[in-house]
């Protein structure tokens, strides 16, 4: 059990629109920053959004983050078949004092 | 431009003890924070330790604490994570990750991951 909440799974038609959504607490996402990271099968995950919304060089804008309170969202926009992959959100928790994941929503682009 | 590269993966027994390691390059090793991060077959991500950039301080998840311990060698621009008594639960692939702002903990930059199998 993650001690972040993401849906399992997503779907979307090519071109349209999917948020995912990341729940917390107040030990974790309510109190500290929030990256995503995006896993395409057989590959190692990749940075999308740091402190909360923020995006590396590289990242197209299509891929944006939002927090509010005790929860996250990432949003994608003009979706692609390429964009099909396992999405993660992070965090530190500060009553554990260790770093915790979401566990994991996988996009598929219908 | 910034390398990670874990080795030190493979099949041990229950019980057993494995060293990983994680070479980086490409960065001013010392100046970051270093996490590894480890994936069970089909599973998702789980974060396993963390070590700051002068090694002064580490955390651990409680599921490997007494029995995982984290090092860095910065002359050497090493990572490494001591795994003893290995358990069938440890199974997975290990990721090291940089992290630029220990503040907040983000991974940057990943390794393509070592993989860990624990079986008799």
């Known amino acids: 059990q993650s001690v972040l909440t993401q849906p399992p799974s997503v779907s979307a038609a090519p071109g349209q629109k999917v948020t995912i959504s990341c729940s917390g607490s107040?030990?974790?996402?309510?109190?500290?920053?929030v990256s995503w990271y995006q896993q395409l099968p057989g590959t190692a995950p990749k940075l999308l959004i740091y402190?909360?919304?923020k995006r590396p060089s590289g990242i197209p804008d299509r891929f944006s983050g939002s927090k509010s309170g005790t929860s996250a969202t990432l949003g994608i926009t003009g979706l692609q078949t390429g964009d099909e992959a396992d999405y993660y959100c992070?965090?530190?928790?500060?009553?554990?004092?260790?770093?915790?994941f979401g566990g994991g929503t996988k996009l598929s682009v219908l | 431009q910034v390398q990670l590269v874990e080795s030190g993966g493979g099949v041990v027994q229950p019980g057993r003890s494995l060293r990983l390691s994680c070479t980086a390059s490409?960065?001013?090793?010392?100046?970051?924070?270093m996490h590894w991060v480890r994936q069970a077959p089909g599973k998702g991500l789980e974060w396993v330790a963390v070590?700051?950039?002068?090694?002064?301080?580490?955390y651990y998840i409680d599921s490997v604490k007494g029995r995982f311990t984290i090092s860095r060698d910065n002359s050497k621009n090493m990572l490494y994570l001591q795994m003893n008594s290995l358990r069938a639960e440890d199974t997975a692939v290990y990721y090291c990750?940089?992290?630029?702002?220990?503040?907040?903990?983000?991974?940057?930059?990943w390794g393509q991951g070592t993989l860990v199998t624990v079986s008799s």
């Open positions: 990750a940089r992290d630029p702002d220990l503040g907040v903990t983000t991974y940057d930059y």
């Open positions: 490409g960065f001013t090793f010392s100046s970051y924070g």
């Open positions: 070590i700051w950039y002068d090694g002064s301080n580490k």
């Open positions: 107040s030990s974790n996402i309510g109190n500290n920053y």
């Open positions: 402190d909360n919304n």
């Open positions: 992070g965090t530190w928790d500060s009553s554990l004092s260790a770093g915790v």
